[in-house]
């Protein structure tokens, strides 16, 4: 059933490639470019990474169901997907990073001519970056029908007032424009028909970053997190996308290969802990063994392997179901791989992060900001209580 094509199979090996060519041997200096100088702005590294990237057809990977992209089903896109997810800024390079690919998905799907041919285009010509402000701190937004801010028609423009935080990307000085999700009609008695979404320009009047959030101390840069207030934002009326009230009707269609996204990234990052926890272990002496000898590591690396492939799986059941029934059919299986790839990369991680010692929990590997990247998708598009509950009613429909 999960069958890859033989035009994935050859780009599986070309990216393959091009990461041990350009990638791994350039994670230190990635680093040490962000260190240098004002940490929010475009690193050259990347910049000339991804001219090589272009050249080598290595280019806007997603985007099923549109000649605008490579052309790929979501399961063809899952290998590609895994094997850059291995090094967290690697997608980037190949302008196949969130929020970037999510909003891109958007507007070739519900965007007008003119949206597109404003945002759309330079976005995959990897000109400018993008970001998605949804999150509010004064509410629950696991609940999204929760969301306070308001976009009040005024003649020909929408008037825009909010708080919105964990606004990925958006300190990142390429980010041009952000897809904002807010009420524009908070008393419409069907709770799912009162919010909207609509394009607002970084530099629009009002639109003020009142600060960059770091995660468990990871600023991220120069990508970043933000926390930005909306003031009496105006924008026109043909910013709106696909009309009021359609919001999260968007966000149906924007949230599922987004999750799948995050976690065909997460098996990548989780089999290169398993990678560097068997190298560390096979490496270490103590109490005059090898280490790797020990029986609770061999149950770890043991459990590790069952975890990933089981993960893997399902993540490809996902994938397959959306390429042939849809993502509306595929919503169980997209919940079960949201709750179950990033708790299972969790572990990996912390398993990997043990096995190195003091030394896994600093910045002279990629474990530690790994698993701090990892914990933070139990939260992202939807936690998992979240995803557990739909889960949870839609097998128990099953059953009626």
Known sequence: MFEQSQRSKALQVKLEAFMDAHIYPNEETFHEQVAEGERWEALPL?????????????????LPESELGAGLTNLEYAPLCEIMGRVLWAPEVFNCSAPDTGNMEVLERYGTEAQKKRWLE???????????AMTEPAVASSDATNIQAHIKRDGD???????????????????????????TAPDNPNRHQQQSMILVPMDTPGVEMVRVLRV??????????????????RVPVENIILGEGRGFEIAQGRLG???????????????????????????????????????VWRERIAESRIRIEQSRLLVMKAAYMMDTVGNKAARQEIGMIKVAVPTMACQVLDWAIQAHGAGGVCDDFFLAHAWAGSRTLRLADGPDAVHRDQVARLELRKHR
């Open 216 to 233: 468990f101390g990871y600023d991220d840069a120069p990508h970043g997190h933000a926390e930005i207030n909306f003031d009496n934002v």
């Open 157 to 183: 423009h929408y008037v825009i007032n909010a708080r919105k935080w964990w606004t990925t990307g958006a300190p990142d000085p390429r980010c041009k424009v952000l897809i904002f999700m807010g009420k």
């Open 122 to 132: 330079p976005l995959l010509a990897g000109e400018i970056r993008s970001a998605f």
């Open 257 to 295: 290969p987004g999750r799948i996204h995050h976690c065909m990234r997460l098996i990548g990052l989780a089999e290169r802990a398993l990678e560097a926890m068997c190298k560390r272990l096979s490496s270490r002496v103590a109490f005059g063994k090898p280490v790797a000898e020990r029986t």
């Open 46 to 62: 990347i910049d000339g990474l991804k001219e090589k990237a272009r050249q080598e057809g290595l280019w806007n990977l997603f």
